[in-house]
């Protein structure tokens, strides 16, 4: 961690301010939750290369810079359409960490079956449901970042998924970066799946300019039992971005949970993803696609705890780089000792496009019952040449050739979504993210 403070002064200064209209200060708990974050964070400062859990991502860009909370800024309807995926008709959306309530579609509901509304607004209408869930289950203690998001928790999305209810359309929750260099923003999300719910959460981040900003996001995601949820992470700012993503999963008995992250975009990037199997018979797949080219920087950090027995985990992570872009994975099980007939999996592999691009992948397993299935793997390697070579004997242009390999490659990770229109829109959408070329 960064020995000395002055690197930390300017979040200081951000914090004084923010504390004096922050919503929700006439809440004690909430003050104090705050200003613990802030503690907790001068504490532990940003991590370091000494730091194991980031051995491999350098933090510069944010430890040489100061950076402002983001202003508000008007956004029109026409600049986010082109980027909205078709059919969603519920969406709330977020400009600069702020809702704006011109551009959500059914994003301000409150039913029998769902509440979607923004983090803001639930702190003064659902204030004691806040209290038990907010911050309860990341690591505020542990994690710099979860602690200066909780420092500055204000606004964001809140879900809550009432029991019982299935929820066919997804639920799109935008954030839309207007690209000010030197501003940041620290959105938090908390969903509630109550017992024997269904849904689908999807959680986009764009840029409509170019610029160095900071997104800090922290979301909390709690699955009652016998759930079935399916969470999607879209990272697709500008490649001048800097975002860190927390996604921390609670699952009880019985609940089925799906993570979907498609990394994109971004100068440099951290995706956090950690699931805690609290419940007998929990269930947890953590899929994840990163595709990086130019010099951008992709960290993935999976935790996936198993506490409880009779729970199976599965990660598969498939990254794509080309240029001088560096990607990480670091997977790590841990298997606490009660969680006898422990099933886990973890798989990452790679595509290398460019000599200068580079992967540094490191599974990991700790295991403390006995009675246990576990196993981890990684490959690294390039566009198969026998397979090019087929597909060029047929008579197919080289280019082309590539591009359907890549794609064959990404759609790995598409092929295990569940089908609806997310998985629909973004069939359609990553080939047009994948190096060299965009047509498919």
């Known amino acids: 961690m960064i020995a000395t403070k002055e690197g930390l002064q300017s979040y200081l200064e951000a914090f004084e ?62 600049q986010i359409e082109p980027l909205l995926p078709p059919g969603v008709e519920r969406r709330i959306v977020f400009v600069n960490g702020r809702f704006s309530p011109e551009l959500s579609r059914g994003g301000v509901f409150d039913d029998s079956k769902v509440t979607l509304i923004s983090l803001k ?54 954030y839309v970066s207007t690209g000010q260099s030197a501003q940041m923003v620290h959105p938090r999300n908390l969903i509630v799946a109550e017992e024997h719910t269904q849904a689908h ?10 610029g160095a900003c900071f997104s800090n996001v922290v979301t909390e995601l709690v699955a009652g039992e016998d759930s079935v949820l399916s969470h999607y992470l879209v990272e697709r700012e500008d490649t001048n971005a800097i975002n860190v993503s927390t996604l921390r999963l609670q ?22 993803v950690h699931p805690v199997l609290a419940g007998e018979g929990a269930d947890c797949l953590i ?50 000792k009660d969680a006898q007939k422990t099933d886990a999996k973890q798989t990452n592999r790679n595509l290398l496009l460019s000599d200068d691009a580079q992967i540094d992948t490191k599974p990991q ?9 576990c196993t ?22 080289e280019g082309q050739a590539r591009r359907l390999l890549l794609f064959a490659f990404a759609s790995e990770c598409l092929d295990r979504m569940r089908p609806g229109p997310v998985r629909n829109w973004l069939e359609k959408m990553v080939p047009e993210w994948l190096p060299k070329g965009r047509s498919i």
């Not at 964070?41 to 510069?60: I, K, V």
């Open 17 to 78: 301010q923010f504390e004096k209209t922050a919503a929700g200060r006439e809440f004690p708990w909430l003050r104090k939750l705050r200003q613990d974050g802030f503690a907790r964070f001068w504490d532990l400062g940003f991590p370091t290369l000494r730091n194991e859990d980031w051995r491999f991502t350098s933090l510069a860009p944010l430890t040489t810079n100061s950076f402002a909370l983001a202003q508000p800024a008007s956004v029109s309807m026409a």
């Open 121 to 174: 607004k639930a702190i003064a209408s659902h204030p004691d449901l806040l209290q038990r869930h907010l911050a309860r289950y990341e690591q505020t203690e542990r994690e710099a970042f979860t602690a200066l998001n909780t420092a500055f928790v204000d606004d964001g999305a809140f879900v809550q998924i009432k029991r019982g209810a299935v929820i066919e359309q997804p639920l799109y929750i935008l």
């Open 201 to 210: 959460i999807v959680e986009d981040y764009v840029s409509l300019n170019s």
């Open 251 to 272: 699952q009880y008995r019985n609940a089925n949970v799906d993570s979907h992250s498609i990394l994109v975009g971004g100068a440099l990037v951290r995706n956090n």
């Open 287 to 336: 899929n994840g696609l990163f595709v990086g080219n130019g010099r951008q920087h992709l960290d993935n950090y999976m935790l996936v705890e198993h506490a409880s027995p009779h729970c199976n985990s599965r990660q598969f992570y498939n990254g794509i780089l080309d240029g001088h872009s560096h990607g990480v994975f670091h997977g790590r099980i841990i298997v606490h």
């Open 365 to 373: 397993l700790e295991i403390y019952a006995d009675d246990v299935k």
């Open 376 to 397: 981890h793997g990684a490959t690294i390697g390039q566009i198969a040449e026998e397979a090019l070579f087929y597909m060029r004997s047929r008579g197919v242009p």
